[in-house]
């Protein structure tokens, strides 16, 4: 009796085993399952919008068998072509392209530098300008616009994609500069210092090693900037009045919501076709994005 007992006991504790592992991997996949609808339930939305008909989008409560998230009535391309040949929509995209991509190219050229060079400083120096360089990102544009809007008008750039590009810069340049200091702190120095033995100066040293290393960190950058551009709103409010030169975030909502009329089809399908691109970006550098972010909150 004691025998056999004995050797029921392994027999138990190895099923148990077995049995928390089996639950720890189901919870993990039903974790897993979970936020993966909660991240895709936005881009689902706004694809069926974007092409239900108005009468099967806005039945609301009062047909009881009507079901909100699927098609209850064939598709319709009417939301589209409201959005493409009655809005300037094309023109909002190429407006947000243009000031995106010179926006980005600005504060890569003054981040990188501006990165290297705190996170090299000898001492404390280099932190404390760093934390008061990212202290600048958080005063709200709330605050900024009414003395941007002068600086604005003397510089006679009113209604003109350049206000955009002049204003944007200054709080796209403070994190990222912050974060790029972060990222180059977690380069070690000896690989720096092995290559200007080996010959070469501190440039060429910059250029052949410690920017390879930094991939991650420039691309981060990029993403985080060229996403603060587009989802700008204050700003492109209170410097852009004329209608083909508003970019996507100004311009969608000025359009399509006229009074307490919101085009919730065009609307969503403005809003499906602007967001693809970034997360496509996102996904295929997701890797290197968490590298780059993590590194420099932590190291910075």
Known sequence: MGVATQAVRPLSRRRS?????????????????????????????????????NRDLYVGAT????????????????????????????????????????VVAITLLAAVPAGYSLARLVGRWGERLGIGVFLTYLIPPTLLFIPFARLIS????????????LIYPTFTIPFT???????FRSIPRDIEEQAMIDGQSRLGAIVRVVM?????????????????????????????????????????????????????GSLMAAALITSL????????????????????AVKG
């Open 17 to 53: 085993r077995q049995a928390k592992r089996v639950a720890q991997r189901v919870g993990i996949y039903a974790l897993v399952v979970g936020f993966t609808l909660f991240a895709v339930m936005p881009f689902y939305w706004m694809l069926l919008t974007a092409f239900k008909q």
């Open 63 to 102: 047909v009881p068998d009507h079901i909100p998230w699927i098609f209850n009535a064939p598709p319709t391309l009417e939301h589209l072509r409201l959005l493409f040949q009655n809005t300037p929509y094309l023109q909002w995209l190429g407006n947000t392209f243009l000031v995106g991509g010179v």
């Open 154 to 165: 003397v510089l006679g750039l009113q209604n003109s994609l350049w206000a955009l590009i």
């Open 177 to 183: 500069t912050w974060l790029m200091m972060g990222f």
């Open 212 to 264: 390879p290393l930094s991939v991650p960190g420039v691309l981060t950058v990029v993403i985080f900037a060229f996403t603060l551009v587009m989802q700008e709103f204050v700003y492109a409010l209170t410097f852009i009045s004329s209608v083909g030169k508003m970019t996507v975030s100004l311009g969608v909502p000025v359009a399509l919501v006229r009074g307490d009329v919101y085009y919730w």
């Open 277 to 296: 691109p970034l997360t496509f970006l996102y996904n295929a550098f997701l890797d290197r994005f968490v590298v780059g972010f993590t590194a420099g």
